[in-house]
């Protein structure tokens, strides 16, 4: 695992997440199942997060094409980090990508489970470009967060 946060770069990495901060708009990408100890790492990752965060607001783009849908348990740890966001930050912009092949069924396990009781202004969306004009055509400067895609590419 590597973790750094430095000014407003975050870079965190493990087996189960990639997570990108710059500036006021987060990249997270979630591979396979999450367990326990998964969720609650991405829970202590948003903790520290919070501790050193500079800015009020922030939007995010969501990876999930790579997710295989966790227990509802796990579910709420996951949820319980993602309330700590909106309540702490004007968190108003999440863009979710989940692939085409159960697209239906993890949209719903999403909002039923990942984002119950936020308040967050949720599009999710089977590719990656539309998910990041959106996020930009809201006055979020993404480059950063494109540069670091472009390097990462499959």
């Not at 407003?8 to 990408?29: E, G, P, Q, W």
């Not at 295989?68 to 966001?85: D, H, M, Q, T, V």
């Not at 979710?96 to 967050?120: E, H, M, P, W």
């Amino acid at each position: 695992m590597n973790r750094k946060f430095n000014g407003m770069k975050i870079v965190i990495d493990s087996d189960d997440f990639c997570i990108r901060v710059y500036s006021n708009v987060a990249y997270l990408k979630v591979m396979g199942m999450q367990d326990e100890e998964a969720a609650i790492f991405f829970s202590k990752a948003i903790d520290q997060m919070l501790e050193e965060y500079l800015y009020k607001d922030l939007a995010s783009i969501c990876d999930l094409s790579d997710l295989i849908i966790s227990s509802p348990e796990i579910a709420r740890i996951i949820n319980n980090a993602i309330r700590k966001l909106t309540r702490r930050l004007q968190f108003e912009y999440n863009a979710v990508i989940v692939g085409l092949k159960f697209g239906q069924i993890v949209r719903a396990y999403i909002f039923s489970f990942y984002l119950r009781d936020t308040n967050l202004n949720t599009r999710v969306f089977s590719r990656e470009d539309k998910a990041i004009d959106w996020i930009e055509s809201k006055g979020f400067c993404i480059e950063e967060i494109k540069m670091f895609l472009m390097k990462h590419e499959d």
